[in-house]
């Protein structure tokens, strides 16, 4: 069987008003599994936690289903004060590794979480138990980027999410990126379930550019798009109903 093709993109991360600027390398493992791809909601969040990267500083983030982990390498080449953990299904992970070894990022835990599960080396309890044991902290922030693909885990994602915040830190809020690819589809009954509350966060809030992804002229990013699609992408604040949105 013949090895994968692989192609390593460089996205780039500047500020208008600063010198802030930085390159972020993306390998892409091609005609393999999907978590090996970059979609369009990680470069929605990639750009949102790039505007919001003062917010991470000397905080533990927590990217869920991380794949080519463009949010957390973001944070880590940006804000390295902060402890990241990235976690997805032990397939995946190989890609995680080699996308944190381009961007030279140390300290980055990175570990295999399957959503739901708990009392196993890779869930959610486990982690939780050696963030506390080990660091003597918890998890301020939660990422995940298309992590609602799959209607049959939408609710081990909630699960695993409500876990977090319930048992471990009710301050924790979950960022998450989803690309919308049916109007059925909806979280709301499973938030309602597990004590949780959304709001939606406008791209325009964060200054996105689709421009960037779009435009074949444009060389901040190798990554492109086709037109449309990042309009599809909708960005979420889910937190405790007793906390109020930031």
């Known amino acids: 069987m013949s090895e994968p093709r692989r192609s390593i993109k460089c996205i780039s991360y500047s500020n208008d008003t600063d010198a802030d600027e930085i390159h972020v390398l993306v390998e892409e493992v091609l005609d393999a599994a999907y978590g ?3 979609w369009p909601s990680a470069l929605v969040m990639g750009e949102f936690v790039w505007h919001k990267r003062n917010h991470f500083k000397d905080k533990t ?6 794949g080519t982990s463009i949010p957390s390498i973001v944070i880590g080449k940006s804000t390295p004060s902060a402890h990241l953990i990235l976690s997805d299904i032990p397939e ?9 070894r381009l961007n030279d990022i140390h300290g980055t835990w990175i570990q ?3 959503w739901g599960q708990f009392g196993s080396e890779c869930s959610i309890d486990a982690l939780l138990d050696r963030v506390e044991k080990e660091r003597n902290t918890k998890i301020d922030y939660i990422l995940g980027s298309d992590t609602f693909y799959e209607p049959s885990q939408f609710e081990n994602l909630i699960v695993t999410v ?3 915040i319930q048992k471990h830190n009710a301050n924790c809020i979950f960022y998450t990126a989803y690309q919308e690819r049916s109007p059925k589809r909806s979280i709301q009954y499973l938030l309602d379930k597990w004590k949780l509350k959304c709001r939606q966060i406008s791209k325009e809030s964060f ?4 421009l960037k992804y779009i435009d074949n002229e444009d060389d901040e990013s190798e990554v492109k798009v086709n037109a449309g699609t990042l309009s599809s992408v909708f960005l979420l604040e889910i937190s405790s109903i007793d906390l109020p949105f930031s």
Do not use: H, M, N
């Open 92 to 100: 995946i992970l190989p890609v995680v590794r080699s996308c944190i």
């Open 112 to 114: 295999a979480i399957k």
């Open 162 to 164: 409500s876990f977090i």
């Open 61 to 66: 983030v927590l990217e869920l289903g991380a």
């Open 207 to 210: 200054q996105f550019d689709e």
């Open 36 to 38: 090996c791809y970059i």
